[in-house]
């Protein structure tokens, strides 16, 4: 077969993403409803943002504002994690960083499956937060070996799934049919059982272990949890969300409202109790409900060094000292108010962020210097003082484990706070894998490190 006729893993993805789009607004029908939310705010921050319009158009894609940045999916078996990184890989997917939420009390370690060059996150950034789930961190140890017979049974993926990644890694992409149809089989994986897999007792037994369990467990796949769109204007959505007949979460995850927006900040509305079928020996099926999916929102800013991030870590640690958010919103205020308070100390300029080494920029030649060409090298600040250089902030792509901790329990219900060892293994879960996850601060680095170094070549390439 001729190369040139693969269908791009960019596409793949793009048409994978949107497949399960349609899919999740037909399975959550509060999802369509959070789209066309957040769809109607971005309507009317562009309209009244004219700068923010004229950015976006310059950098992003302004027609695609509004659809799906993320979604998230748990499994339960190495085996199911390493066929996945398999599956994703054919749609330019690839694990990103590791994530701990042992420390947060669910028993789970994360990896995130995404685009990672800059023209296949321009094209869609797409990605999927992939969890595995730790049945070391259970102690019931007749349970925790039945759960792991129940897993080794089911098969999430479909016979033609795994053929057509296989005849992808054979010949090095698929084609226009293969493709499409490549897409319709991986979404079989993420599709929502109503029917469990297990008894209503076994059910009960999973889920008084822990919430997360029973999710894993009990059903035939890892059906997708929730899916996330991009919002220019979190606070707001947030605010309208209980207009539009959904309830938010307590509190937005992550950083404060800033003039200079980092990092990530997420809210959710509240997973929906959905009837299901749980088999029973007598009557075949018994009804019961089960409480897991649920819609998402991401703002998205720059992506922080390590110090940043360090900065960043301290600062969210220090407030959370002071008001710990409550489930049910009674503290969202002082929360929201001590938060503030403790990003005073974090710079909100984007000049001042760069002098002190806490964010990633790309740096690029400003008009001047696309005029200029200068006998031999100079340094960076000097080139910025001269006005030859300038920099913009680049946007972080990943996720953070204090905030996907609170995503994960505010779905989870109020009851389930409950407590681990920290346990990170982050060797062990690369063996699953089967492969290393890539580290996301060397990532960030080596992007801003290629931009500098193209500034530096054409100012001097004519000389050279
Ligand atoms: C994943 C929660 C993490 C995020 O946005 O931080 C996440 C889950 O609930 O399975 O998606
Ligand atoms: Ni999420």
Not at 29 to 38: K, N
Not at 77 to 93: D, W, Y
Not at 171 to 191: P, S
Not at 232 to 260: F, S, W
Request: aromatic share 8%.
């Amino acid at each position: 077969m001729k190369e040139n006729s693969f269908v791009s893993a960019d596409d793949i993805r793009s048409a994978f993403s949107a497949a399960m789009s349609v899919m999740y607004r037909e399975e959550v029908p509060a999802y369509g409803t959070l789209m066309e939310l957040v769809a109607k705010v971005n309507g009317d921050t562009l309209a009244a943002d004219a700068a923010l319009r004229g950015r976006l158009e310059a950098t992003d894609t302004l027609d695609r504002i509004s659809e799906e940045r993320h979604g998230a999916i748990r499994l339960g078996t190495p085996a199911e994690l390493s066929m996945m990184r398999r599956v994703f890989a054919v749609m330019g997917m690839y694990p990103v960083g590791y994530y701990d939420l042992s420390t947060a009390g669910v028993p789970v370690h994360s990896t995130a499956f995404r685009p990672v060059g800059e023209a296949s996150l321009k094209r869609n950034p797409f990605r999927v937060f992939t969890s595995l789930l730790r049945l070391d961190l259970i102690a019931d140890e007749t349970l925790r070996a039945e759960a792991d017979a129940i897993l080794k049974e089911r098969r999430i993926f479909t016979p033609e799934a795994i053929e057509l990644t296989e005849k992808a890694e054979r010949d090095g992409g698929l084609d226009k049919a293969d493709a499409e149809r490549f897409v319709a089989q991986v979404l079989e994986t993420f599709r929502w059982h109503d029917t469990a897999n297990v008894s209503a007792d076994m059910y009960k037994r999973l889920h008084d272990a822990h919430r997360l369990i029973a999710d894993v467990v009990s059903f035939k796949g890892p059906h997708i949890n929730h899916l996330t769109p991009r919002t220019l204007d979190i606070d707001h959505v947030q605010a309208l969300m209980p207009e539009y007949g959904i309830a938010p979460k307590a509190v937005v995850e992550g950083p404060p409202t800033r003039n200079c927006p980092i990092l990530l900040r997420q809210t959710s509305f509240k997973a929906l109790e959905e009837a299901v079928s749980f088999r029973d020996a007598e009557d075949g099926w018994k009804a019961g409900s089960h409480t897991a999916r649920f819609g998402e929102i991401e703002q998205r800013g720059i992506a922080l060094t390590p110090k940043g991030r360090g900065l960043y870590d301290r600062l969210l640690g220090d407030s959370r000292k002071i008001v710990r958010p409550a489930a049910d919103g009674s503290n969202a205020r002082d929360y929201e108010t001590a938060l503030t308070e403790a990003f005073k100390s974090f710079p909100d300029s984007w000049a001042e962020i760069r002098e002190a080494g806490l964010g990633y920029f790309s740096y690029s030649l400003t008009e001047k210097g696309r005029q200029t060409k200068l006998p031999g090298r100079r340094d960076l600040e000097t080139l910025i003082a001269d006005g030859l250089v300038q920099f913009d902030p680049i946007v972080y792509e990943d996720f953070l484990p204090v905030s996907a901790a609170g995503i994960f329990q505010s779905n989870l219900g109020d009851g389930a706070q409950q407590e681990f060892v920290a346990s990170p293994n982050q060797k062990r879960f690369e063996a699953d894998l089967g492969a290393a996850v890539l580290d996301e601060f060397a990532h960030y680095a080596g992007i801003e490190q290629a931009s500098i170094e193209n500034c530096l070549k054409a100012l001097t390439a004519a000389v050279a």
